[in-house]
């Protein structure tokens, strides 16, 4: 098992950046996917990032690409999520998580994420 501690949330203003971190300990290679999701009040979790340990590889939601960035150091177990240029519409509760994804797992699919943090808010006022 995998555990994951998120920070770095907090309250800006539209337009402004925030980086969340997600570190992780434990079980560590038995992932090869973290990604960030979030959860807007009210509403279901969505994913926003995530990144293949295995290869490197990227993916975001459309929502967020060309703004948010998605990163892991290997050295540090860490991932981050860099967030520029933030929209009232992006407040949300933050989760990372970590999982094995097989071939054709989609990394925005929740339920293929079996390790998850405990969430640090993100609040973005217009």
């Known amino acids: 098992q995998v555990h994951l501690a998120e920070s770095g949330g907090g309250s800006v203003q539209a337009g402004g950046s925030l980086k969340l971190a997600c570190v992780a300990s434990?079980?560590?290679?038995?992932?090869?996917?973290v990604a960030w999701f979030r959860q807007p009040p009210g509403k279901p979790r969505e994913g926003v990032a995530a990144?293949?340990?295995?290869?490197?590889?990227?993916h975001y939601a459309d929502s967020v690409k060309g703004r948010f960035t998605v990163s892991w150091d290997n050295a540090k177990k860490t991932a981050y999520l860099q967030m520029n240029s933030l929209e009232p519409a992006d407040s949300a509760m933050y989760y990372c998580?970590?999982?094995?994804?097989?071939?054709?797992?989609?990394?925005?699919?929740?339920?293929?994420?079996?390790?998850w943090g405990q969430g640090t808010r993100v609040t973005v006022s217009s």
């Open positions: 990144f293949y340990t295995s290869s490197g590889s990227t």
């Open positions: 998580a970590a999982g094995y994804l097989m071939y054709g797992g989609r990394w925005d699919n929740s339920a293929n994420f079996r390790d």
């Open positions: 434990g079980y560590t290679f038995s992932s090869n996917c």
